[in-house]
């Protein structure tokens, strides 16, 4: 397992906390919701990008993004 699918797995394990974050309407947990918004998308960002300079593009990273 490469470094862009070990990405995309964090990922996927974030997806519950932002549900979560956003679900409870309160300033503080839209904040945080928001940060680990952004924290996924930089992820997904990197893996993309380090997936195409090193040609580590496999079946798992295309079905799961």
Same mark, same amino acid.
């Given at each position: 397992? /490469?470094?862009?699918?070990?990405?995309?797995?964090v990922? &996927?394990?974030?997806?519950? !906390?932002i &549900?979560? %974050?956003?679900?409870? /309407? *309160?300033p503080?947990?839209?904040?945080? +919701?928001?940060i &680990?918004?952004l924290?996924? %998308? !930089? *992820?997904?960002?990197?893996?993309?990008? =380090? %997936?195409?300079?090193?040609?580590? =593009? *496999? /079946?798992? +990273?295309? !079905?799961?993004?």
């Open positions: 397992m /490469n470094i862009c699918n070990k990405l995309s797995i990922r &996927v394990i974030l997806i519950p !906390f &549900v979560i %974050a956003l679900y409870i /309407n *309160t503080a947990l839209r904040i945080i +919701g928001l &680990v918004y924290i996924a %998308a !930089f *992820t997904d960002f990197l893996d993309g990008a =380090i %997936a195409r300079k090193y040609n580590l =593009i *496999t /079946n798992f +990273g295309k !079905f799961i993004d």
